[in-house]
DNA sequence: ACTAAAAGTTTACTATAGAAAAAATAGAGT
DNA sequence: ACTCTATTTTTTCTATAGTAAACTTTTAGT
């Protein structure tokens, strides 16, 4: 099984070439932000495991097996997105959220995060009735004392 | 701000003082399945970041930030059972999936998924929609082409 | 109070993942 | 074909978290 790490790169890998055609050493390090030489390290280790055919200098493919998985944890990944989204996480937190989560859920959670998604986009009386909740515990929050320090100190503490 | 795996103590320290008024080396090392060394380790960094004040060989008691921490990492995992329970999640994938994910949301993630688990708890017509979807695509998976292979040539894979 | 067993601690080691700096290679332009 | 530059690789280092084994302290039973 691949480890969490291995993970974002065989999907970064698989985006990339979807999207460009091909993913060099350095389009992989400045996508998931991290140097070049941890590229190439973990690049012989995906060789190594089979998810791809890497020939040094010269650039890689995803084998079958990696384009399968690829494809999987691409969908895993836009799947969670819309999951937060639909149920109304700040796109500013979504995709750290996400990177933090994709790795560490069974593929029986991600299908029940599917129905949940359908059941919400078959009906937006049910965002609706959603929303609702939301702004009625957004009430009651407005009226709790001293708020501000409460946020400072939670801050602090962590 | 607490890396995961301290997290996971201090919740568990929590837990433990909760439940039986004090927390050993031993105990916790039993609860986390981890060595009672990595105990020892952790708990003086938990010590040197005032989460708890230790006395090595004597034991430990969490400060007012540990406490007040340890509560809020409580009421989070708590409510992340719930919530991959009332979606249909199956039993023996929960605990894994909160212990995976538990480290990585934001507060912001966490409150819309309370606001979700309440939507749910509100009506239970909402669940029972829900298990409706999950009914259908089921009856969808049965009649695909060789899921026996299908199933075994992905976990191959991984 | 003594001593054996239980509990806890220390030290030296493992693995994963990433970074920095130095070395190697490839490819473009002349 | 040559050389310079950009890209890639290697090597050495970092941090986190855990283990194994040797060591120390505490505690319980006599």
């Given at each position: 099984?691949?480890?969490?790490?291995?993970?974002?790169?065989?999907?970064?890998?698989?985006?990339?070439?979807?999207?460009?055609?091909?993913?060099?050493?350095?389009?992989?390090?400045?996508?998931?932000?991290?140097?070049?030489?941890?590229?190439?390290?973990?690049?012989?280790?995906?060789?190594?495991?089979?998810?791809?055919?890497?020939?040094?200098?010269?650039?890689?493919?995803?084998?079958?097996?990696?384009?399968?998985?690829?494809?999987?944890?691409?969908?895993?990944?836009?799947?969670?997105?819309?999951?937060?989204?639909?149920?109304?996480?700040?796109?500013?937190?979504?995709?750290?959220?996400?990177?933090?989560?994709?790795?560490h859920l069974s593929w029986d959670s991600?299908?029940?995060?599917g129905d949940l998604?359908?059941?919400?986009?078959?009906?937006?009386?049910?965002?609706?009735?959603?929303?609702?909740?939301?702004?009625?515990?957004?009430?009651?929050?407005?009226?709790?004392?001293?708020?501000?320090?409460?946020?400072?100190?939670?801050?602090?503490?962590?």
């Amino acid at each position: 099984m691949p480890t969490p790490s291995m993970e974002d790169y065989i999907e970064q890998i698989y985006i990339l070439i979807e999207e460009k055609g091909y993913a060099r050493v350095s389009d992989i390090a400045e996508a998931l932000s991290v140097h070049p030489s941890s590229v190439t390290k973990m690049v012989q280790k995906l060789d190594k495991d089979e998810y791809l055919v890497y020939e040094k200098y010269r650039g890689l493919v995803l084998t079958t097996k990696g384009k399968k998985i690829g494809k999987r944890l691409v969908f895993r990944h836009d799947l969670l997105e819309q999951f937060l989204k639909t149920i109304g996480v700040k796109e500013e937190n979504i995709y750290n959220d996400v990177e933090g989560i994709e790795h560490h859920l069974s593929w029986d959670s991600i299908d029940r995060i599917g129905d949940l998604v359908q059941f919400f986009e078959e009906d937006q009386n049910r965002i609706d009735a959603l929303k609702d909740i939301q702004k009625q515990f957004f009430e009651e929050d407005q009226n709790r004392i001293d708020p501000i320090k409460e946020v400072q100190e939670l801050k602090e503490q962590e």
